[in-house]
């Protein structure tokens, strides 16, 4: 499955954006979404999932309540409507596709497919 990300941008403390992940390829509906961010210098970072049919979804402690994961198996998409963003959630974001669900933190290895990211910066 290939996937494409869009949606970052700069935006100030306080604010919202909305990333979008595109898939293309086998169907979507058989994968497991996920968000990943890393930062200059940083190790990659579970940011969010959500299972095959979005009914469970799954977050990092430092954007649960803040971040909200979801899915349009019909037009092949998952977004990240991120709210009340911080310095620290600057990162690129990547999306990415796998097999498995898990209930609690993600890890890379649990995923096969990876988009490009996109770049989000918050200013303070």
């Known amino acids: 499955v290939q996937l494409q990300a869009s949606g970052g941008g700069l935006v100030q403390a306080g604010g919202s954006l909305r990333l979008s992940c595109a898939a293309s390829?086998?169907?979507?509906?058989?994968?497991?979404m996920g968000w990943f961010r890393q930062a200059p210098g940083k190790e990659r970072e579970f940011v969010a999932a959500?299972?095959?049919?979005?009914?469970?979804?799954v977050y990092a402690n430092s954007v649960k309540g803040r971040f909200t994961i979801s899915r349009d198996n019909a037009k092949n998409t998952v977004d990240l409507q991120m709210n009340s963003l911080k310095p620290e959630d600057t990162a690129i974001y990547i999306c990415?596709?796998?097999?498995?669900?898990?209930?609690?933190?993600?890890?890379?290895?649990?995923?096969?497919?990876w988009g490009q990211g996109t770049l989000v910066t918050v200013s303070s």
């Open positions: 959500i299972s095959w049919s979005g009914g469970n979804t």
């Open positions: 390829g086998r169907p979507f509906s058989s994968y497991v």
């Open positions: 990415a596709a796998g097999r498995r669900y898990r209930a609690y933190i993600m890890t890379p290895s649990e995923f096969d497919f």
